[in-house]
């Protein structure tokens, strides 16, 4: 055995009966029974920093871990996942060079940059690597809203070329108030916003407001596609202050880029699919046209985008 640090693991399940599962590496889903060193000691962490909010973090030995404590009908389990504790280089997360090419160019812009996935599909490393590219690219104020803080992207960077700085600041929810902590964001006057989540109407009103407003808002959200990530996105501010027609509008207005992502094989691979927005908006742009009418099935300009990015054209006049 081993202390749990030292084991090479994403996710660890305990059950009610303190019996911890991972991933076995042989199939795609099979879990394995397994034990470290110091188990007790960190399930009693886990356990004593249960706060009644069942997502939560522990700093276990200098490691990160994200809690999600749920109550079954045997008693509370515990899903755990192992942070990173470094954010990764953006080419070693498996994106096609074209797709990480052009979203790097997005740094310079406002809007937003919404990414898709299922649990555990690798969003949250996706957005803190995005970010720490523009910070260290562009510099500039960047404010995080978590829930839990996950990957450590509080900082300085530096710009090896220019010497300018970018500078992080990570932020906890508080008592699940998505929308105060991020108006409070707003009052900082970042330049970029990253949102761990869009799951409430009132977050997605506000997200899609700064990203209108001249900021650069980064977040995930829970969708099986592309097109059911914008959808997902047009109801959730529907169903705020704001009109049906209202929320397309601004949909159609913020984004940027919509990315939807799984890891599947063994081992696991990303398996990416995306839909970019021009990001002149003063432009034509086929995308947000479609999206202020509603017609949300994207496939021909997705398939349009990823032929053009493959052959190393510019998706957009203007652009490269």
Not at 59 to 74: F, L, Q, V, W
């Amino acid at each position: 055995m081993a202390m749990i640090n030292d084991v090479d693991f994403s996710d660890l399940y305990i059950t009610p009966d303190k019996r911890a599962y991972i991933w076995s590496g042989k199939t795609a889903h099979g879990l394995q029974e397994t034990m470290f060193d110091d188990y007790f000691k960190f399930l009693q962490a886990v356990e004593e920093n249960y706060k009644n909010n069942s997502s939560y973090a522990v700093i276990y030995n200098d490691y990160n871990y994200r809690i999600e404590r749920t109550m079954s009908m045997h008693g509370p389990q515990f899903s755990v996942r192992k942070m990173p504790r470094s954010v990764p280089e953006i080419k070693n997360l498996g994106m096609p060079l074209p797709i990480t090419k052009h979203l790097l160019t997005l740094g310079k812009t406002s809007g937003l940059i919404l990414v898709a996935g299922a649990t555990g599909s690798g969003k949250s490393t996706t957005l803190a690597t995005l970010l720490k590219e523009y910070l260290i690219s562009d510099g500039g104020f960047a404010l995080t809203i978590e829930d839990p803080i996950e990957l450590p992207l509080d900082g300085v960077y530096k710009n090896p070329k220019t010497g300018e700085l970018g500078l992080c600041k990570q932020t906890a929810v508080d008592n699940e108030c998505w929308r105060e902590s991020l108006k409070s964001a707003l009052r900082s006057a970042p330049r970029y916003i990253m949102l761990g989540e869009i799951r409430s109407p009132d977050v997605a009103a506000e997200a899609l407001q700064a990203a209108t407003s001249g900021h650069l808002v980064l977040s995930t959200i829970h969708a099986n596609s592309v097109p059911d990530a914008i959808s997902s996105l047009v109801k959730y501010a529907a169903a705020s202050s704001i009109s049906e027609d209202m929320g397309y509008e601004l949909v159609a207005s913020s984004i940027l880029a919509c990315l939807h992502q799984r890891l599947t094989g063994v081992p696991k691979k990303l398996q990416l699919s995306y839909l970019f927005a021009n990001p002149v908006v003063e432009e034509a742009c086929q995308v947000r046209g479609a999206i202020k009418l509603g017609k949300l099935n994207f496939a021909t300009m997705m398939e349009q985008q990823r032929i053009r990015l493959n052959n190393g054209q510019p998706l957009f006049s203007g652009t490269r």
